[in-house]
């Protein structure tokens, strides 16, 4: 059978960073404890003519320039997000253009509050192996809002990923699953500016239950344990939830260390466990084997196993890797964030 | 002020992927797209010719007093951009203003260029970031 899977892939994230101890400091509380708490140091914030369709152009080009496909020759285009910026037009029709991917394509809006960009990705893979289209490209793309002065503040962020799925790929898909439950952790209503969330019930029965039951489902398909993977990938919230999944189901810290990108940019949703997949492929070698796993509220987890192949070492720098653009950074202060973030009604 | 939906979408291509025109004879290129060279005349063959965007900054300014649309990016720099591919075009160069100058080398960005209110349309296309 023919493999299939990881063609190119992209990264983006926008320059601009604010600091915990900057939101602390507005807020009357100790950074240091903060940072402990969630494990994010800083994270990223958009410019203000940057939205969920102008970084998934930018993590689209880079992810074509990888697979080193014609753009003509992608048949679908999934853009995952819970920032579409518009409410009825997809943002996938502006990209599509933009990316110049012509007209004969498919496309659709995804929307899974942070699991969007896997669930695109998921299809996109459907589609290739029942042999309707050559090449997808599927996308997950934030611009995330905290409520001022609520503790997503502090890691709500802004970023995304782009991946070419079709045939000779640099990296197989081995398989895929879901596991999908009914459960309202965190959700926003149409119209309102800022996400509500269930505190800690956004843990136990949310995150760690479904992250943890997608991953054993996948390990048990494929016959595998967590010792059988070089890195493992996992939706970050946070810092602290990664950690902790990992351990529960057995991976080692050296194994979910490269992934962490949630430290230095912030949580950006449907980008997140992406960008911290971008991140391990940059730095991987054939034969490699990396899990990813996401989680979306509402709620769900997307779980993929990847086998790295030998086209990682040709494609790998032919667009710009995920450190670059976590290292070209601009630190802003919070009246900056406010403004850039459109928080000020007037 | 809004911009008409459908000039913006006529102007998408040029906009989004910066599609101009070369002349095959004498392969002068042109942005925004002529449809006839000024200098083989007759002679011209007129095709589209797409610009990588990369180039460097011919000259800039700063706008602090924004026309309608525009108000809330100030200060922002708009600037004429000298192509690599031949000749020039103006448009805007995102990030800090302080960090602008003439000669620095720029890369194309795909931002909102600009909004028509908080319920019309949103224009997108080609900006210009300052590489390094």
């Avoid at chain 1, 960073?17 to 509380?29: D, F, L, P, Q, T």
């Avoid at chain 2, 194309?108 to 590489?131: C, M, S, T």
């Amino acid at each position: 059978m023919t493999s299939l899977g990881i063609v190119g892939y992209g990264a983006y994230v926008p320059r601009f960073r604010i600091s915990v101890e900057e939101i602390a400091r507005v807020w009357g509380e100790d950074a240091e404890t903060i940072k402990n708490g969630l494990g994010v140091q800083e994270k990223s914030v958009p410019d203000k003519d940057e939205d969920t369709i102008t970084i998934a152009v930018e993590a689209g080009k880079n992810a074509l320039a990888r697979a080193g496909i014609s753009p003509r020759t992608v048949g679908a285009l999934y853009v995952g997000s819970e920032s579409h910026p518009y409410a009825v037009k997809p943002s996938g029709t502006v990209v599509g253009e933009a990316l110049d991917l012509g007209t004969d394509l498919m496309v659709a809006d995804f929307e899974f509050a942070c699991k969007a960009g896997t669930a695109a990705m998921q299809c996109c893979y459907g589609l290739v192996k029942a042999g309707v289209i050559d090449y997808g490209l599927a996308i997950g793309a934030d611009t995330s809002q905290g409520r001022p002065g609520d503790m997503l503040e502090y890691t709500a962020s802004a970023g995304g990923a782009a991946f070419v799925i079709g045939k000779d790929p640099l990296a197989e898909l081995e398989t895929t699953c879901s596991y999908t439950t009914d459960t309202s952790d965190f959700w926003r209503r149409e119209g309102a500016d800022y996400p509500s969330h269930g505190a800690r019930f956004t843990g136990k029965p949310a995150y760690f239950h479904h992250v943890t039951q997608a991953t054993q489902l996948l390990l048990g398909k494929l016959g595998l344990k967590p010792a059988d993977f070089t890195a493992a990938v996992f939706h970050m919230p946070n810092g602290k939830f990664p950690t902790a999944a990992a351990a529960g189901l057995g991976f080692t810290p050296a194994q979910l260390e490269r992934s962490l990108v949630v430290r230095r940019i912030g949580n950006t949703y449907s980008g997140s466990s992406l960008l911290g997949l971008t991140n391990v492929l940059d730095a991987a070698k054939p034969g490699d084997r990396i899990l990813l796993t996401s989680y979306g509220s509402g709620a769900g987890s997307d779980a993929f196993s990847f086998l790295v192949t030998d086209r990682i070492i040709e494609r790998r720098d032919k667009a710009p890797a995920t450190e670059a653009y976590i290292q070209d950074k601009q630190h802003i202060d919070y009246g900056t964030y406010v403004r850039l973030r459109r928080k000020l009604k007037v | 002020m809004v911009e008409s939906v459908p000039l913006s979408w006529r102007l998408q291509r040029q906009r989004y992927n910066l599609i101009g025109t070369r002349c095959a004879t004498c392969d002068e290129r042109f942005f925004p797209p002529r449809n006839f060279c000024p200098s083989c005349r007759r002679k011209g063959k007129i095709e589209p010719f797409q610009f990588s965007g990369r180039g460097s900054v011919e000259s800039f300014t700063v706008i602090r007093v924004a026309p309608s649309g525009f108000e809330s990016q100030t200060p922002y720099a708009v600037g004429i951009i000298k192509l690599d591919e031949g000749t020039s075009i103006s448009g805007q160069i995102v990030g800090d203003v302080t960090r602008v100058e003439m000669g620095k080398r720029v890369r194309p960005v795909f931002r909102r260029i600009r909004e028509d209110g908080k319920e019309g349309v949103i224009h997108y296309g080609v900006k210009w970031a300052l590489e390094g």
